[in-house]
């Protein structure tokens, strides 16, 4: 059972270039998420997804975009990357979205993808 | 919003029994109470998850308090492989916001 499966595991881009962060979950989980860590900190939300078809901001979205492809796959696109966006980023997701309803739900996270801006 | 305080770092002795406590005096009555540990290169892992009182589970208890407003982390007989990070997190708005976390080094 894979999980939550991130590519590519490294990547190195200059300013301005863009790519596209790629996450696959085969749980059939309706909830999936984009966190990034930087060094010495906690993970920090960029964007989730509640459920197929819908997307919504986190805490860090600015120069990032996202795509729930369909329920398995959710993408995030760095249209012009910047040194401020070196980072590990870690994708999740889960049954439902967390805190929903009261009940505690269980996050799966991806083994990361660490990307560095030059 | 609901905001957790724990310690930046702990250090630990093989074979000790290991307590981690958290913060979490604005948390909301419907909320439950989540650890989670992340080894370097790695994402975070669930731990355990909690609402009131006592949970148990094959890896860690977690004690939470009638008020709800602290929770501690227990780690039963720690190993050189329990050196980690440890978050703890409630709902932050939609969703869970992580801390710093408790950085725990076991030493032999």
């Known amino acids: 059972n894979a999980g939550v499966t991130q590519t590519p595991k490294f990547q190195v881009l200059k300013t301005g270039q863009s790519m596209t962060l790629q996450c696959a979950q085969d749980?059939?989980?309706?909830?999936m998420y984009w966190y990034r860590q930087d060094p010495g900190m906690g993970l920090r939300l960029i964007y989730y997804?509640?459920?197929?078809?819908t997307t919504d901001k986190g805490e860090v979205p600015n120069g990032y975009n996202v795509s729930r492809l369909n329920k398995r796959e959710f993408s995030l696109r760095l249209e012009s990357a910047a040194p401020s966006q070196t980072s590990v980023y870690f994708c999740?997701?889960?049954?439902?979205?967390w805190g929903t309803g009261g009940f505690g739900t269980e996050a799966f996270f991806g083994q990361g993808t660490r990307l560095t801006v030059v | 919003l609901a905001k957790t305080t724990q310690p930046i770092s702990m250090d630990s002795y093989e074979g000790q029994e290991v307590n981690i406590t958290c913060s979490h005096n604005?948390?909301?009555?419907?909320?439950?109470i989540t650890w989670y540990q992340q080894f370097p290169s790695q994402g975070p892992r669930f731990i355990i998850q909690?609402?009131?009182t006592k949970v148990t589970n094959e890896v860690a208890s977690l004690f939470i308090p009638a008020d709800r407003k602290s929770s501690t982390l227990s780690l039963p007989r720690v190993s050189l492989s329990d050196t980690a990070v440890y978050y703890c997190?409630?709902?932050?708005?939609?969703?869970?916001?992580f801390g710093p976390g408790t950085r725990l080094s076991v030493l032999p």
């Open positions: 997190l409630v709902r932050n708005g939609q969703n869970f916001v």
């Open positions: 749980m059939n989980h309706n909830s």
């Open positions: 909690g609402y009131k």
């Open positions: 997804s509640a459920s197929e078809g």
């Open positions: 604005n948390i909301a009555t419907n909320d439950y």
């Open positions: 999740a997701s889960s049954e439902a979205i």
